[in-house]
């Protein structure tokens, strides 16, 4: 089970910092990301770390804003998000993956506003 939270109302130009926990078979996820969806638009990938050695994967449009980390040992992943643009407002997912190929497990939704 995952659950994402940390999502909230920033301004432009703010940061925010979202944090997933993981419960229950987390022995089998080998990485976890955050994907984000606004109404109408498909799903998009963001970011994504390799629960055991830690690399880290980003999208062209969050590189060198967002930054993805996890705590192995809480079962924890964040996503620390600065210099936030209006663009970047939508529901982020969590997700855990057991391999490479795919994201089996999604947590619910947290809502990112940010305003001009």
């Known amino acids: 089970q995952l659950q994402a939270f940390g999502g909230g109302l920033v301004q432009a130009g703010g940061s925010l910092r979202l944090s997933c926990a993981a419960s229950?078979?987390?022995?089998?996820?080998?990485?976890m990301g955050w994907f984000r969806q606004t109404p109408g638009k498909e799903r998009e990938f963001v970011s994504s770390?390799?629960?055991?050695?830690?690399?880290?994967y980003y999208a062209d449009s969050v590189k060198g804003r967002f930054t993805i980390s996890r705590d192995k040992f809480k079962n924890t992943m964040y996503l620390q998000m600065n210099s936030l643009k209006v663009e970047d407002t939508a529901v982020y997912y969590c997700?855990?993956?057991?391999?490479?190929?795919?994201?089996?497990?999604w947590g619910q939704g947290t809502l990112v506003t940010v305003s001009s």
């Open positions: 229950g078979r987390t022995y089998s996820i080998f990485r």
């Open positions: 770390i390799i629960r055991s050695g830690g690399s880290t």
């Open positions: 997700a855990g993956g057991e391999s490479m190929d795919r994201f089996d497990y």
